[in-house]
């Protein structure tokens, strides 16, 4: 991605991380934060990346969005002690 040129940087999309899930046709997700979509612009640029990268040619290749949510400090907290409260009832007695 950083050899895509961005129009606007405060618009570019954040991708946490990208991964093949598929092989045949290759399938990648890509994992992005907030709600941002990539465009069709920057999918046909990864596509090219991906087949010039690792000489994938005429191969047809599939790419996937998923949105991440943002955690906000009362859903961490509130997992927190949701995990707290979990270890306390899962004590086990001794002799």
Same mark, same amino acid.
């Given at each position: 991605m950083s050899r895509h040129s961005w129009k606007d940087q405060a618009t570019q999309p954040k991708i946490k991380y990208f991964t093949q899930v598929k092989? %045949?046709?290759p399938t990648f997700v890509a994992f992005l934060t907030g709600k941002a979509q990539l465009s069709d612009t920057?999918? %046909?640029?990864?596509?090219?990346?991906?087949?010039?990268?690792f000489n994938l040619g005429g191969i047809p290749i599939r790419i996937m969005q998923r949105s991440i949510p943002r955690k906000t400090a009362a859903n961490s907290s509130s997992n927190n002690n949701k995990n707290s409260s979990s270890k306390v009832h899962k004590k086990l007695k001794s002799d």
């Open positions: 092989a %045949r046709p920057d999918i %046909r640029f990864l596509i090219k990346s991906l087949k010039e990268d």
